[in-house]
């Protein structure tokens, strides 16, 4: 079965403590990206990456950090995060204009 | 990208047809409709695509107008399960192209019994 994993699904963390989200994908696709979604702002891409060591920013990509060291990880990096960094995070792949999403991760920082 | 306009919120009897409208009047030659749909704070799920002929699979029916400005998608018989906010988005590319997705607001559609 076609699945993008994410770890944790929910973290509550305080500010400035480094915390890294991870996402593995099984279908060996090339494309992977990050996305957050807030009320009222909906669904924003964070970092994308179009391959192994390939990776770039999207629209929101301050205060994150993204790294493709093979083909299914794509780990989500908050070095520092801050109070404002509080969303709910999706990754996603994409191959042949259609994209798969992983479940969230609803992510507090206090 | 083009960009899309939708209704904030439709309703929808269940067992009925959910015909949800999306606008897209800048739309380019080489740019594809796709609608996603996400089911309360899942992650977004793939319904359907297409150019500029209709299509069909086994969620959901995709008509775009011959000028292709806009399109309906048709949920031919909606249940409780398809309440979700539907995004209309339209970009670049199909087949084996890639990249971002710029979701707007989408559709708020509430199946009710």
């Known amino acids: 079965e076609a699945q993008v994993t994410q770890n944790p699904r929910y973290l509550i963390t305080v500010t400035g403590k480094k915390l890294t989200v991870t996402c593995s994908q099984n279908?060996?696709?090339?494309?992977m990206s990050w996305y957050r979604q807030d009320p009222g702002l909906g669904l924003r891409q964070i970092y994308y990456?179009?391959?192994?060591?390939?990776?770039d920013k999207g629209d929101v990509p301050e205060g994150y950090k993204v790294s493709r060291k093979e083909k299914r990880n794509f780990p989500l990096i908050l070095e520092s995060p801050s109070p404002n960094q509080t969303s709910l995070y999706f990754c996603?792949?994409?191959?042949?204009?259609?994209?798969?999403f992983g479940q969230g991760t609803r992510l507090t920082v206090v | 990208d083009a960009k899309t306009t939708q209704p904030p919120s439709m309703d929808c009897a269940e067992g009925r047809a959910a015909n949800l409208p999306c606008n897209h009047s800048t739309i380019s030659g080489n740019e594809y409709v796709y609608w996603y749909r996400q089911i309360h704070s899942q992650g977004p799920q793939y319904i359907i695509h297409?150019?500029?002929n209709n299509e069909t699979n086994e969620m959901a029916s995709l008509i775009i107008t011959e000028d292709r400005k806009s399109s309906t998608l048709i949920l031919p018989h909606a249940t409780l399960r398809d309440t979700a906010v539907y995004y209309c988005?339209?970009?670049?590319?199909?087949?084996?192209?890639?990249?971002?997705?710029?979701f707007g607001q989408g559709t708020i559609l509430t199946v009710h019994p």
């Open positions: 297409g150019l500029k």
């Open positions: 990456s179009m391959n192994v060591e390939v990776t």
């Open positions: 988005i339209v970009r670049v590319g199909g087949g084996t192209s890639y990249g971002k997705l710029t």
């Open positions: 279908m060996n696709h090339e494309y």
């Open positions: 996603a792949t994409a191959r042949a204009g259609e994209a798969f």
